[in-house]
Structure formats: structure tokens, C-alpha cells
């Protein structure tokens, strides 16, 4: 099956700076990953993806990247906010044109990312 | 639009007792997916509903899960007997097929933090 790897498990950073999150994936059948952020007291929420036939995705200061010959991809976050303090879950799965009707997601750990002002 | 809810937020039990862990999907959703994180852990996929079928029940850790969805509106997913390993946040998707895409979108609740001690 599935295995999906996250890094770092924990990041700080200073209010305006970049935050950085890397996934790698071992099924070269994957095509679909999201990122999801979890607030306290709330479930993992959607904020980006990013399918496979896409190198990059950009979303005001949200950006993913994907290299799918090195099975790697990436949450890029510019201008860090306070309000973007949250735990980070990547995810991969495949789309029903990979003849796959299960839909299930595999997450990664999980980064926590705190943004200091 | 409601979306996705479970209940209890929080369940504090004793090995060897039983519980029930109940999602309601957003109204509409054919797919309801529990999941499971054990503390550090990545979020773990349990099984998958598409209405009141069982699609994907091979997350399920093992038979001391039963999970149901009878009607194909609310989940429930009962634990007996529970055990130590047992613990950790429970949470429920769903989402809405879109023939037009090759992915759907899933929702996630809040999820239930489940303690046997």
C-alpha cells in the first residue's frame, strides 16, 4: 500500500517568513494530493491540492509543488501569519482514472506549525 | 450548510467497556469515511461507506470494530471491548461524487477523542 512521509514534525517560525512542509510518497499509482490544516478543537480542513499532471499550484500565499519522478511534494506558506499556526497533513490518493472507486486518503504525521509575532 | 458532526466530542471509557461513536455526514454525501489518529501518528483510514454499503473495511484494526450506516444517513462506529491501543481521535468524512471530476473533495468533522484507561 501506501506510504506517505512528513517533514518536519514541528516548525516555528517568525511572523513574515516562509514555512516549508515536505511529503514524499511511494505509490507511483498516486495522483491526487491534498493538504489539509487541522485548528485546535477542529478537523483536518482542505486548503489546497494538487493533481498529478500539475508541477505547481498557487493559492494567494499558498503554494504546492510536485516532482512525481522523485515522488516528492510541498507546502510552501509565504508571509507567515499568527492565524496560519495549525498542524499540516499531507495526503495522497488515487482518482478514479487510476480505476480506483475507494477514494481513501493516506495521511502523513502531521507538521505543526507555530507562527510567532 | 451543516457540516459534517460527530458525537461525543469526548469519551473517556475503561477497558474492556463499550462505545459508540456517532457521524453525521454533510446531507447529500453518498461517502462517509472514518479514519483514526493515534497521537503522533498520521490519520489512519478505517473504512469507507458509499450510502448505507461497506466499500472499504480494510482499515479496520479488527473485529472489535463494527461500524454501520444503516439507511445510508448517519455512521455509527462501536468499540467493544475496548483496549488501551484503542485510544485516539476518531474522525468522519464524506463526500459527494462529482462524475465531472476525478477526485472528490472530502469533508472531515470534528472528531471524537476517545481515552481508555
Known amino acids: 500500500g501506501e506510504n506517505v512521509e512528513q517533514h518536519p514534525s514541528t516548525l516555528s517560525v517568525q511572523e513574515g517568513d516562509s514555512a516549508v512542509i515536505k511529503c514524499t510518497y511511494s505509490?507511483?499509482?498516486?495522483?491526487?494530493f491534498p493538504w489539509y490544516k487541522q485548528e485546535l478543537g477542529k478537523g483536518p480542513q482542505l486548503i489546497i491540492d494538487?493533481?498529478?499532471?500539475?508541477g505547481e499550484k498557487k493559492d494567494q500565499r499558498i503554494a504546492v509543488t510536485l516532482n512525481k519522478t522523485a515522488k516528492h511534494f510541498s507546502l510552501h506558506i509565504t508571509e507567515t501569519q499568527p492565524e496560519d499556526s495549525a498542524v499540516y497533513f499531507c495526503?495522497?490518493?488515487?482518482?478514479?482514472?487510476?480505476?480506483?472507486?475507494?477514494?481513501?486518503?493516506?495521511f502523513g504525521r502531521g507538521t505543526q506549525l507555530t507562527v510567532w509575532p | 450548510e451543516a457540516g459534517v458532526t460527530q458525537f461525543p466530542s469526548h469519551s473517556v471509557i475503561e477497558k474492556g467497556q463499550t462505545v459508540t461513536l456517532r457521524c453525521d455526514p454533510i446531507?447529500?454525501?453518498?461517502?462517509l469515511y472514518w479514519y483514526r489518529r493515534v497521537m503522533g501518528k498520521e490519520i489512519k483510514f478505517l473504512l469507507h461507506?458509499?450510502?448505507?454499503?461497506?466499500?472499504?473495511e480494510s482499515g479496520m484494526p479488527n473485529n472489535r470494530f463494527l461500524a454501520e450506516r444503516t439507511g445510508g444517513t448517519y455512521s455509527t462506529l462501536k468499540v467493544q471491548p475496548a483496549e488501551l491501543e484503542d485510544s485516539g481521535v476518531y474522525f468522519c468524512?464524506?463526500?459527494?461524487?462529482?462524475?465531472?471530476?476525478?477526485?472528490?473533495?472530502?469533508?472531515f468533522g470534528p472528531g471524537t477523542r476517545l481515552t481508555v484507561t
Open positions: 494538487i493533481r498529478s499532471n500539475v
Open positions: 468524512a464524506s463526500s459527494q461524487e462529482q462524475r465531472s471530476l476525478l477526485y472528490d473533495e472530502q469533508y
Open positions: 505509490d507511483s499509482a498516486s495522483n491526487y
Open positions: 495526503a495522497a490518493s488515487k482518482g478514479r482514472d487510476r480505476g480506483s472507486t475507494l477514494g481513501r486518503l493516506y
Open positions: 446531507s447529500g454525501h453518498d461517502n
Open positions: 461507506f458509499v450510502k448505507e454499503s461497506k466499500q472499504d
